[in-house]
């Protein structure tokens, strides 16, 4: 059974950093962060293909990192200068296809873990 965990979710001040981690129970050619504000629609934040190639969606783009840990099929988000517009329930998706193209659709990803709230205040 195919699992993805979350972790790393709190509240911090504006300006302030936070990392999420996802442990995944198996290897993905492409990983990703979506996030859903309060009563907003869920939105695609960062992709991750196995080869390294990363995308960003242009608010975040200079601010949060995604990376992965091979070795233990573990990949995080490391954000930083958080706003409060940042606040979100933070959910790790994965799919076998490559994040070359459409890595934003959220239709395309296969699993899909619990979320992980952040909180950002002003």
């Known amino acids: 059974q195919v699992q993805l965990l979350e972790s790393g979710g709190g509240s911090v001040q504006s300006g302030g950093s936070l990392k999420l981690s996802c442990g995944a129970s198996?290897?993905?050619?492409?990983m990703a962060w979506f996030r859903q504000a309060p009563g907003k629609g869920r939105e695609a934040v960062a992709s991750l293909t196995s080869d390294g190639a990363a995308n960003y969606a242009a608010p975040v783009k200079g601010r949060f990192t995604i990376s992965r840990v091979d070795s233990d099929k573990t990949f995080h988000l490391q954000m930083n200068n958080l706003e409060p517009n940042d606040t979100a329930i933070y959910y790790c998706a994965a799919r076998y296809m490559r994040c070359y193209d459409n890595w934003d659709r959220e239709s395309d990803y296969i699993y899909w873990g619990q979320g992980t709230q952040v909180t950002v205040s002003s």
């Open positions: 198996n290897y993905f050619y492409c």
